[in-house]
């Protein structure tokens, strides 16, 4: 709590512009632990830049666990959704509050979270969750080849989430089972998670969050931290999670579509 409360005296005493003609327009720089950042905003938000950067210091301890954050991260605070969306490229996304990339996080300011924001909490979970994205791609790649890596989207949302611990956010899984019993083999939400993500976004986090809680509860963290390994050394996804799991991405798709509808193998 005194470092949170010192982030947030700091960030108000020291904001300074750094470019006009439109947000953002100031900067802040920050170290937490080992990790480097860099939070731009505009006039409006000077105190939720205050809460980000607090919400920071704590999210950047919980990513320790995939390799820390390597790279400085800079995150830019959006005024408005709308003006998010313009910056990752997606319109449409009414449910979209962030985006990330390899050193870089898109976030609409969360003052306009609905009509009294985010609690500390809150705010911390998702950043944490955008965070791991940013540590996976740098533990996992480099600046220039991380976005031809073929890391899945389920892999991607599922470690964000378990990390994040957003399982409580999602579907459970016995609401899971019932939709693959509608669905009938027809529909799989991890392996169709691109074309569902837009329109069915709650079924797609959740697939993903329980699965990746599968993939660390039956091989552990050590497994996971391998698949991230063998793409630093230059294997595309899929070749290094069957050297770190001994099955293929598919095998272990099915494998999660048979322990959701079997009840956990019971």
Known sequence: MKRAAAVLVSILASA???RTGGPPDRSRRFTAGRAEFRVEFGPGDVE?????????AVAADKVARWGGLREPVTVVIHPSHEALER?????????LRAWAR?????LQSPRTWGMFGPSAQELTEMLVHE???CAMYQASATRASWPFMGVPLWFREGMASFTAGQGYRWLDRDALRAFYERAGGGVD???SAERMYQGESDLVYAAAHWAFQLLVTRYGEGRVRAILAG????????VAFKEAIGLEQAQFEAEFARYIRWHGWR
């Open 131 to 133: 965070l791991t994205h």
């Open 87 to 95: 910056s990752v490229y997606r319109e449409g996304y009414r449910w």
């Open 231 to 238: 793409m630093a050394d230059g294997h595309t996804f899929q």
């Open 16 to 18: 300074c512009v750094l």
């Open 48 to 56: 939720t830049a205050a809460r980000v950067e607090a919400a920071l």
């Open 102 to 106: 390899y050193d870089n996080i898109e």
């Open 189 to 191: 939400p991890l392996a």
